[in-house]
């Protein structure tokens, strides 16, 4: 059995960790890009920080009711019922996460060579994969070890991420001009373009650095007093890491114009040459690649035990049940998904799977979540649950609307991947429904034993 060892303080690390990771650091110039301004470019990084916590209050409810490994595959199980619609929502779920979990290894890891050729330079295309493949190797390293050592790395980890921001914020309070940020233009880069158009393309990369929010979740089965801790440290991480990100944006518009925000691929180090010269450049570079190795650490960490919650309830191959003999980790989980990520960070790039990520996970996670939280609510009413948001259902119908607009703002060809991944996921779950004569597939008897 897996061990209750973390504390509020290692929950809250591990979620700001997996939030911040090499995102708002190369996803700050596609939001300039695409806002135009400093104002509204804030204005977006605002919009990611409002959509979270409403989201939050869904994940806290069922993350205090289920603090299970697996988070959502528990969550989508229990919630539409776990001998029927909770076995095709929970299947869709682990199957997007076999493709999705990786997507996000890959990532990190290609954005982590993306910003390290500021030190070392340009790279080979072949050689530079080899080292984003490296680097999963490496992490999953340090992941091989039970709860209680990675919960103290985690830390250590997450004051790497507090000094790296405390700098650039307290640079560009200090050396900057505020004043300007805040009376800039409001126009948008595209005369074209709607606010609420603009608003929606650069969400995505909003959202793609504040997505992690919720990783407590997948460890809810290892957290002290989750009833409590999982909704504190998922509201502490989100209210601690937007923070952060608007006087982070502020900083660097104090500092350097838009235009030089929106055409930097190493905005940071640009921005700290600009106040201290290139020595400094190159050791905030340095820390924000350890930033974007914290925010690997702690993905893999929680994404390696939804597999083995799976396989737990027979709903996924056996083999990833196992735990380290002496450990006492999912082991076999976490090589897999290390070992998937590195075929992708040898296959794909930067863009396609943040792109990807979001479309993959918004009706099959998100959507399903918020949905399965309003029946879960009603079928056992809400004095069962340890944990109850505000305004109920108002978040849950917000989170809903404000996911189903960020995917109508990805490509249509993203689109499409969001929409066949789950279609052929529920084929797959028929196919093997039908080979095992369960659900729906159920004899007369059994149908009568479920309550049909």
């Known amino acids: 059995m897996l061990k209750r060892e973390l504390s509020l303080f290692q929950a809250t690390a591990i979620n700001m960790i997996d939030m911040v990771g090499i995102g708002p650091f190369v996803t700050a110039a596609f939001v300039a890009a695409t806002m135009g301004s400093a104002p509204l470019a804030l204005l977006a990084w605002a919009v ?11 994940w806290s409810e069922l993350g205090a009711r289920m603090p299970q490994a697996g988070g959502s595959y528990v969550f989508l199980r229990e919630s539409f019922g776990r001998e029927r619609w909770g076995r095709l929502m929970s299947f869709l779920f682990v199957w997007q996460t076999t493709f999705q979990a990786p997507l996000v290894v890959a990532s990190a890891a290609l954005g982590f060579m993306k910003y390290s050729t500021y030190l070392v330079g340009p790279l080979d295309g072949v050689v530079s994969r080899l080292c984003a493949a490296a680097l999963v190797v490496v992490v ?3 992941l091989y070890r039970r709860i209680g050592q990675v919960g103290r790395i985690s830390v250590v980890l997450w004051f790497c991420v507090i000094a790296t921001f405390l700098w650039i914020i307290g640079s560009g309070l200090l050396f900057g001009n505020v004043e300007m940020v805040l009376t800039g233009s409001l126009t948008l880069a595209d005369p074209q373009a709607t606010l609420w158009g603009a608003l929606g393309v650069a969400s995505i990369p909003t959202m793609y650095s504040f997505l992690g929010y919720y990783n407590v979740c997948h460890l809810g089965a290892e957290v002290r ?3 409590r801790t999982i909704p504190a440290s998922m509201y502490l991480s ?4 937007g923070l952060l990100y608007l006087l982070y944006q502020t900083s660097l518009f104090s500092v350097l114009t838009s235009a030089e925000v929106a055409s930097s691929d190493f905005v940071v180090s640009l921005f700290i040459d600009r106040i201290y010269g290139s020595t400094a450049a190159q050791v905030v570079t340095a820390l924000v690649l350890i930033v974007a190795v914290s925010s690997l650490f702690s993905l893999m960490l929680g994404y390696s035990r939804i ?12 083999l990833f049940e196992r735990l380290h003999p002496t450990e006492n980790f999912p082991h076999v989980s976490l090589l897999v998904l290390a070992g998937i990520g590195i075929a992708f960070t040898l296959s794909l790039t930067l863009d396609d799977t943040i792109k ?3 479309t993959m996970r918004v009706f099959t996670q998100f959507i399903a979540q918020a949905v399965g939280l309003m029946v879960l609510r009603r079928r056992i009413g809400q004095e069962a649950m340890p944990w109850r948001m505000w305004l109920y259902p108002l978040p849950a119908l917000l989170a809903i609307i404000a996911w189903l607009w960020v995917f109508s703002s990805v490509s249509s060809q993203k689109q499409l991947v969001g929409i066949v991944a789950p279609v052929i996921g529920s084929m797959a779950f028929l196919l ?9 597939f159920t004899t007369a008897q059994d149908h009568e034993r479920l309550g049909g």
Not at 48 to 58: E, H, K, Q, T, Y
Not at 307 to 318: E, H, I, K, M, T
Not at 433 to 439: K, L
């Open 48 to 58: 990611g920080f409002v959509i979270c916590l409403v989201d939050a209050s869904v």
């Open 140 to 142: 999953t390293f340090l």
């Open 225 to 227: 007093n989750p009833e």
């Open 238 to 241: 989100i209210l601690g890491i």
């Open 307 to 318: 597999p083995y919650a799976a396989a737990r309830d027979g709903v996924f191959f056996r």
């Open 356 to 358: 990807s990520i979001i």
């Open 432 to 440: 093997l429904a039908r080979y095992r004569g369960s659900w729906p």
